[in-house]
């Protein structure tokens, strides 16, 4: 074999404008600047912007030739006038939808100008196609032919044919196990309006099986407002309807630390959050499970690792230990809980300890918090989730022998109130239940500083209702045993309340 000498590209004469200019093959505009001004001055188009982005070859500047119901515009012919090659298929297309797609114009324009011996005149006669004629007859635009490339493993034939339907009809009818695909496709289309209608669609659509793929699909087009979406949906979401099913295992862990992390991240508990993450792990680490496993299956996993050695101190725990700092282990009171801890040996003693000892000293100053004092990233979190079927819904909590009951109330189809109230031990309806194994205080008023919340999703956009940081004493009679209360007009349901609570320096 007989190797050839590397050669520089040959020059090639295209025609442009009035003279005959030199132009490099396969590059539209190569420096050739008194082409570009001509044939800029041809179609009517900004040179300066241009020459800002020369690649585009103005697509958007014609597409402006083209009526803006191009779907519904009749198609003079049956035949086509544009053949696209892609995906190891052939599809015939027509101008005037076919330039509703940046892409496909972008490809067709470049065809134009590369199969023609005066590209300036056949861009005249295109744009002159679209204008009105007062005669019948109508003259054949030439047939091009273009093709395609998709690397994008998300675009499917069927996908693409959906897509490229959407030139010609108004609201093509898609599946949620579709629109992933369609939206890739419209993503390599650059076909705006589909694109947009399949993010709506995506963020309609969120539930437990499909949070996974469209909070990739925003990352990879960069679609922000789905990807908000989705972070938004899994702050509601994470404890009580993740939490419950097998699709947990599919978050993935920067999504999860973005959860973590939010002020509005919604649980029942502090402890109900840890069993959440706790069964995240386990999952991760048992990816043949294919059933929900129950909390003592969990516990009972990470007991069976060797005691020398906290789970998060090993080399598979390294790697999610900012998982676990996200998490407000000193709102976790309950003996039995911490007990629970203590017992899988997951965290590292150091972590234990601290807990122990900001525990030890609340207690010793009769529920004083000193440990912390930032009511948005500190504060303990209880919460309730207020469903359809709910005129009143309340839950007792006990923290460092305190009693307290948070409550929601519903007024009417639309107006709800939420708030929370300090209980006497000698109240409670089921005091075994509450104080089993926890203290009990007798200090006639708690000074409290906390917040209520209370977020619910309308017409696909959150609502979001709170109060202002609020330090209150808190009696065992009224009015001052009962917290301020968050009044909330909402067709929103379910809604999701949050109580956030530091119990203050006295």
């Excluded at 053949?83 to 297309?93: A, D, H, K, R, S």
């Excluded at 047939?143 to 994008?152: A, E, G, W």
């Excluded at 696909?460 to 917290?483: A, D, V, Y």
Aim: glycine content about 4%.
């Amino acid at each position: 074999m007989k190797m050839l000498k590397p050669h520089r590209p040959r020059l090639e004469r295209r025609v442009v404008g009035s003279t005959n200019r030199w132009r490099l093959p396969r590059e539209p505009f190569s420096g050739d600047l008194l082409a570009l001004s001509q044939m800029c001055k041809a179609v009517s188009i900004d040179f300066d912007e241009v020459l800002k982005n020369p690649d585009r070859l103005c697509v958007s500047q014609i597409q402006k030739y083209f009526p803006g119901n191009s779907k519904k515009k009749a198609i003079q012919s049956g035949e086509a006038d544009v053949i696209l090659e892609c995906l190891g298929f052939t599809w015939e297309l027509h101008q005037p939808q076919l330039f509703q797609s940046d892409t496909l114009a972008k490809l067709y324009v470049m065809a134009l100008a590369r199969d023609s011996a005066n590209p300036e005149k056949e861009l005249q006669k295109l744009l002159r196609a679209q204008l009105p004629r007062k005669t019948k007859e109508q003259h054949p635009a030439k047939k091009m032919i273009i093709s395609l490339k998709i690397n994008d493993p998300l675009v499917t034939k069927a996908a693409f044919a959906t897509a490229l339907k959407n030139l010609y009809m108004h609201e093509v009818t898609m599946s949620a196990d579709d629109v992933l695909g369609v939206l890739a496709a419209a993503h390599v289309l650059q076909f705006r309006s589909l694109f947009q209608r399949c993010v709506t669609m995506m963020m309609n659509g969120l539930t437990p099986i499909t949070i996974k793929n469209f909070y990739l699909a925003g990352c990879k087009y960069k679609e922000e407002l789905l990807t908000t979406a989705c972070e938004r949906w899994m702050e509601m979401n994470l404890v009580p309807l993740m939490g419950t099913q097998i699709h947990l295992r599919k978050i993935q862990q920067e999504l999860l630390h973005k959860v973590l992390r939010s002020p509005r991240l919604f649980t029942f508990s502090e402890f109900h959050l840890l069993k959440t993450l706790l069964l995240w792990v386990y999952l991760q680490l048992n990816n043949k499970t294919q059933t929900i496993p129950t909390y003592e299956t969990v516990l009972a996993f990470f007991s069976s690792f060797p005691e020398k050695c906290s789970f998060l101190d090993r080399d598979v725990g390294q790697n999610l230990m900012h998982l676990f700092l996200c998490l407000r282990l000193h709102g976790i009171t309950k003996g039995k809980d911490l007990e629970e801890l203590r017992r899988i040996n997951f965290f590292p003693e150091s972590w234990l300890l601290r807990v122990t000892a900001y525990h030890y000293h609340a207690l010793e100053s009769g529920g004083d918090m000193a440990h912390v004092n930032d009511l948005s990233t500190q504060a303990v979190r209880f919460g309730l989730l207020f469903n359809q079927e709910y005129t009143t819904h309340s839950k007792m909590i006990a923290i460092y022998g305190f009693f307290f009951e948070i409550k929601g109330i519903k007024h009417n189809t639309t107006s709800y109130s939420f708030h929370m109230q300090r209980i006497r031990h000698t109240d409670l309806e089921f005091p075994s239940v509450v104080c089993e194994h926890g203290p009990i205080s007798l200090r006639a008023e708690r000074l409290v500083t906390y917040e209520i919340r209370a977020q619910t999703l309308v017409d696909g956009k959150w609502q979001e209702f709170r109060t202002n940081q609020i330090t209150q004493k808190f009696g065992l009679g009224k009015p001052s045993c009962k917290s301020h209360a968050l009044k909330i007009q909402t067709v929103g349901i379910p809604i999701y309340a949050s109580f956030s609570f530091i119990f203050s320096l006295s």
